[in-house]
């Protein structure tokens, strides 16, 4: 009885061998007598002892960090470029069967990829569109590994290294360009602001009273400062007087017959000297004085009103 019972126990023994557990993210690749039989696992399953032979494959999504490259854009600019590439085994018979490693084959095609994707561009391509250049690097790679039965699930490049005489370069160029938008943007608020200023003057002239209630606000204004400022105001209606005087002066000198330049020549001769006009020209002079005082007169008297109404 003895003599049978140890030939079972091996046979148990050597049979039990043939159980294998796999992860949830495992696979076996069992070869049997040297040729691809299946594809088993997760969980618990059996499998020929010193026929079959198994490797073992993890399904799970890896990452590959490509170490930097030294690479020539399309403007002849040497840049440093580092990426990272994730990666996932989806047929684990052709990842087994068709490449040597597919780890270090993943490797050399992402970092020979990226090298010429980045040297197909310019350098401002490089640093403005980095997802343009991952897609591309991604869609390339993915082809070449599809017969591997490995899916590339995407590319990002981390860093890009650029020389400091570049970066200076690139410095001088943003900083002109900002100072050039800022010349922009004040002149075009000094062409606003003439604008507004023009349509305040407009609506000033249309409104003599607005004028004097800015120059009051002014004077607020002025006064809150704490300032040993002393102001002389002068209100605009002398000037106004003084410019319907000569508009007066003007009109009578020209229904007399007579230029401005005899009438500025006669007020810049010396006290006592006399001088002879006509009868017409006397009338008109009179007459044109007269209507200007009026005038004068006039506006006071309207100015006078407006102050005691407001």
């Known amino acids: 009885m003895e003599l049978l019972l140890a030939p079972f126990a091996a046979f148990v023994?050597?049979?039990?061998?043939?159980?294998?557990i796999d992860r949830e993210y495992e696979r076996g690749v069992i070869f049997r007598l040297g040729r691809t039989h299946a594809v088993k696992g997760p969980g618990i399953y059996w499998i020929a002892p010193m026929i079959d032979q198994?490797?073992?494959?993890?399904?799970?999504t890896k990452t590959i960090n490509i170490e930097p490259q030294e690479t020539i854009t399309a403007d002849s600019v040497t840049i440093r470029v580092n990426a990272v590439l994730y990666y996932r085994i989806i047929e684990p018979t052709k990842?087994?069967?068709?490449?040597?490693?597919?780890?270090?084959?993943?490797?050399?095609?992402?970092l020979t990829t990226l090298r010429n994707v980045v040297g197909q561009n310019n350098l401002d391509d490089v640093l403005q569109n980095r997802d343009k250049i991952n897609v591309k690097v991604q869609e390339i790679v993915d082809e070449v590994t599809e017969p591997w039965g490995i899916e590339i699930e995407r590319v990002e490049m981390k860093d890009v290294e650029i020389p400091p005489s570049m970066q200076r370069a690139m410095a001088k160029e943003a900083e002109a360009l900002r100072e050039k938008r800022a010349r922009i943007i004040k002149a075009s608020a000094e062409q606003e602001s003439s604008q507004k200023l023009t349509e305040a003057?407009?609506?000033i002239a249309a409104n003599p009273v607005a004028l004097e209630l800015r120059r009051m606000q002014m004077l607020t204004e002025i006064g809150a400062e704490n300032n040993t400022t002393t102001l002389v105001m002068i209100p605009s209606e002398f000037v106004?007087?003084?410019?319907?005087?000569?508009?007066?002066?003007?009109?009578?000198?020209?229904s007399a017959n007579l230029p401005l330049a005899s009438i500025g020549a006669a007020a810049s001769l010396p006290a006592g000297t006399s001088i002879a006009l006509t009868g017409t020209a006397n009338e008109a002079l009179t007459s044109g004085a007269s209507e200007a005082i009026k005038q004068i007169n006039g506006s006071i008297e309207e100015k006078?009103?407006?102050l005691s109404g407001s």
């Open 54 to 60: 198994k490797v073992q494959i993890d399904n799970r």
């Open 240 to 254: 106004n007087m003084a410019k319907q005087f000569g508009d007066s002066v003007a009109s009578a000198s020209k």
């Open 95 to 110: 990842a087994i069967t068709r490449v040597e490693s597919y780890q270090q084959a993943v490797y050399q095609i992402a």
């Open 13 to 20: 023994i050597f049979a039990a061998s043939g159980f294998k």
């Open 201 to 203: 003057a407009q609506l």
């Open 304 to 306: 006078s009103e407006q």
